[in-house]
């Protein structure tokens, strides 16, 4: 007789019920609040990273076919320096901070607290299945907190790796990892957390808000959106291109949310960026009877010769770019490509692999800005190039799209516009000269702002985002000021409105009772 396969056991509403009770009794016990236990949970999880960094590694080549140097950058050596950064400052963190008081509670001293909020819960994405479900948990365990993660199910080998290390290495009456697709997540929006913090898209962030508005949980969003690249004229382009392209295909094969979704240049640009004499060539070989189509072309040219050097001339077989995660999001892509409005502004790419979900790195000339691919995020490895008579018309394209990017890029040599485009373009995080890189800067604030999210967290950001801020303000006996207490007299009034607002002279007026 065959044996009967061991089903697992379903999630659902009562077992997420059961794993919050047990958290919280943790939680209330005072145990993930100590100095002493929140040092050995992030020693254990750098411990956890070190230890395992092949079946990490092998894990991220299963679900996205990632190249284990960016596996090892972008989220191995991240992850490890978000434990270390923390383990070195978190006693700095926690330390209260001195606040000033003023006249109204003189004599007194203040300070501001910062508390963990509780049982929190992270709901992580699959393009970086990895560092997006660690690196807030850091955070959280960095402020005190009780965990759960919810690794994404579209990274199952992610998933199942996470949670096999989480209940090995840490502490699992505190910090647990919960397995499964919809339902699973659903039956945890159900309970009450004292924080949530998801990654991932538009679509779901609502769903998730909704949940949490049950229970006025606060909530971190990070989300995405097409963040924009901005090429102005005169400037190093060789290494401008190469920055572009290991932010776009160079990062999960544009399969990030801060990739390079588009590029905005300028029409009379394209000239600069190859020889004069190739320029002339194409111009004899071509004769079209508008110059900005010429021009156009040739801006590509830097593009294709970078592009061709990295990934070869056959880049679907090349093992440094990551396949596309599944074969929904390969039709979704291919459905951008296939759209009449864009499908003859294919200048370079293009090709695809549907068995093995690989596409070329793809640039796309001239989009119009109502197609498909130009209204929603691409999330792969396609760039359209919008072309404007000057730059600063590119502010207007970004700004009129009515969302506000999760990045923003541009690259000049010139004071003037980098000042313009700070102060003009809203977005996450902007970066001048390069691409995604402030990613790695622990002291700036990760996060997005209107569609593209809303929180931040890296660094020190990531402990405040798991802590309430808790203001204390202690005073004595001494001083007791009579003027707070019934009955409220004239010269109690003109006292107050002197200590209020006034100079010194009317308040010696005031308590000596002169009109």
Not at 4 to 9: C, G, L, P, Q
Not at 276 to 299: D, E, G, M, T
Not at 422 to 431: R, W, Y
Request: hydrophobic share 45%.
């Amino acid at each position: 007789m065959a044996r009967e396969v061991e089903k697992k056991a379903v999630f659902d509403t009562d077992s997420a019920k059961e794993v919050v009770k047990e958290l919280r009794a943790s939680f209330v016990a005072g145990k993930t609040k100590s100095y002493e236990w929140r040092v050995a949970q992030l020693k254990a999880l750098l411990k956890m990273t070190e230890e395992n960094e092949p079946q990490i590694a092998a894990a991220l080549r299963d679900d996205l076919s990632k190249p284990e140097l960016e596996s090892y950058i972008y989220e191995i050596a991240m992850l490890k320096s978000s434990c270390r950064l923390a383990l070195k400052e978190m006693k700095r963190w926690i330390m209260p901070e001195r606040a000033k008081t003023s006249l109204t509670t003189f004599p007194s001293s203040a300070e501001i607290v910062s508390e963990p909020l509780g049982v929190v819960l992270v709901i992580s994405a699959w393009n970086y299945p990895f560092l997006l479900s660690l690196d807030p948990v850091v955070g959280a365990i960095a402020a005190g907190n009780a965990v759960v993660l919810k690794p994404s199910e579209i990274a199952p080998a992610t998933a199942s790796l996470l949670a096999k290390l989480v209940a090995n290495y840490l502490d699992s009456s505190c910090i647990k990892v919960v397995e499964g697709a919809v339902s699973e997540t659903s039956a945890l929006l159900e309970q009450k957390w004292d924080k949530i913090f998801y990654t991932g898209n538009g679509r779901v962030a609502r769903i998730v808000m909704a949940a949490a508005a049950k229970h006025l949980t606060p909530v971190v969003l990070e989300l995405g959106g097409k963040s924009p690249v901005i090429v102005d004229s005169g400037i190093n382009l060789q290494v401008a291109t190469r920055r572009i392209i290991a932010g776009k295909w160079g990062c999960n094969n544009g399969q990030a949310c801060i990739s390079p979704d588009y590029i905005i240049t300028t029409k009379d640009y394209a000239p600069k960026l190859v020889r004069l004499h190739a320029y002339v060539n194409i111009c004899n070989l071509f004769p079209f009877n508008h110059f900005s189509q010429v021009l156009s072309i040739l801006q590509l040219d830097s593009f294709k010769r970078e592009l061709e050097q990295f990934y070869g001339k056959n880049p679907l077989e090349s093992k440094d770019l990551s396949r596309i995660v599944n074969s929904n999001h390969f039709a979704r892509l291919s459905k951008l490509l296939d759209e009449d409005k864009v499908s003859g502004k294919i200048v370079h790419g293009g090709e695809r692999d549907k068995n093995n979900l690989k596409i070329a790195p793809t640039i796309l000339l001239d989009v119009p800005l109502d197609s498909l691919i130009m209204n929603e995020e691409i999330f792969g490895p396609l760039l359209p190039i919008i072309m404007v008579d000057k730059v600063e018309d590119s502010f207007d394209v970004i700004n009129s799209s009515g969302t506000k990017p999760l990045a923003a890029y541009l690259f000049t040599n010139k004071e003037k516009l980098k000042e313009k485009f700070v102060a003009t373009v809203s977005a996450g995080g902007l970066v001048v000269n390069d691409t995604t890189v402030h990613l790695a800067e622990h002291t700036l604030p990760f996060g997005g702002v209107g569609d593209s999210g809303m929180g931040a967290y890296h660094g020190k950001f990531s402990f405040d985002a798991f802590s309430h801020k808790k203001a204390v303000l202690y005073r004595g006996f001494a001083c007791d000021a009579f003027v707070r207490y019934p009955p409220y007299t004239r010269r109690k009034l003109r006292l107050l409105q002197a200590l209020l607002g006034g100079s010194l002279l009317s308040i010696i007026r005031a308590l000596l009772g002169w009109s």
